[in-house]
């Protein structure tokens, strides 16, 4: 039997969900699902506001016009990431500068924030890769410090917290991915994540085509009419009734999860040991989410040789990011600062196993697989 990458986990409720929203005869956005799906989002994560959008993507464009950034602005972010954190805010002309990643976490290494900021420089966008949360106290020192914004790519972060605080609600601006790949999932799908109240009505505006619609629907305005720009951010109700069925079991996703990634990272101690990988490292304040087992491998040779095996056996293993400042359009819009020796070698090393709820019973098959593999690297 083969072992996929990800399998999409279904609850069992997305069905009939989705049956109360075709009866409900409301199909756009913001129906009653969007409002149950916003509703989970602020209890759990505490946001000021939670505005669910088509993507995470979607959601980084949003936290992009909300922060004004201008032609020539600077961002900086990790180039180990994946491209919608970079394309977000080139699509305002602003320019991404890439900064070298901790070698424990993979996380944006908030020890080489400062010499990268200039006089252009108006936020950092962090990335928490796989779930583990940045070192948010010091960057928020230091976007303080500096006066910069702060965004944080929380993709991969739902369920997980920095010293008790969800991800995506430390910095000015959060944003969530269901993608079918991510932890809780809607297909394609995204919330924006606003701390402050400060932002949440503009937030609503720029979701809604630059209208004052939502205001409208509350009965605070007398007449809807375009207030600002905008775009056409928000999911369907479809998508929304597919989403809330997940939230509403969240937690447990998340437990299987952790009891999937506590089995890897048991069987991958002796390996370890032995030189032959370096499992995940979490910091003791950040409380993670399983959304991803990755190992890193000696060289790009052995982790391609790695994945090839795994391959044979019918198990799916697959690397992660090209970096972002070599790629075509990164070298085009983009500034690299220093060498970025650590996110270079951990684009060629690292390799992600197979993770998803329903993996349990042919777990012990990967490790066979696996192990062997590592043997003969
Ligand atoms: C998945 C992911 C995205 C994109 O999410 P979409 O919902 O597909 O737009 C952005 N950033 C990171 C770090 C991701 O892992």
Redesign the pocket.
Known sequence: MKVPFNRPYMTGNELSNIAEAHANGHLSGDGAFTKKCHAWLEANTHANRALLTH????A?EMAALLTDLKPGDEVIMPSF??V??ANAFVLRGAVPIFVDIRADTLNLDERLIEAAITPRTKAICV?HYAGVSCDMDAIGDIARKHGLYVIE?A??GICSTYKNQPLGTIGDLGAL???E??NIISG???ALLVRDPEFGERAEIIREKGTNRSRFFRGQVDKYTWVDQGSSFLPGEITAAFLSAQLDQAEAITERRLALWQRYYEWAQEYESRGLIRRPIVPSDCKHNAHMFYMLLPDLEKRTRFIQLLREHDVQAVFHYIPLHSAPHGLKTGRAHGDLIVTDRVSDTLVRMPLWVGLDSQLDRVFSVAGEALEKL
């Open positions: 993507s995470c993507t979607a980084l990431t994946f919608s954190t990335v790519d993709a991969q991915s269901f993608h790949t991510k394609e799908g995204g």
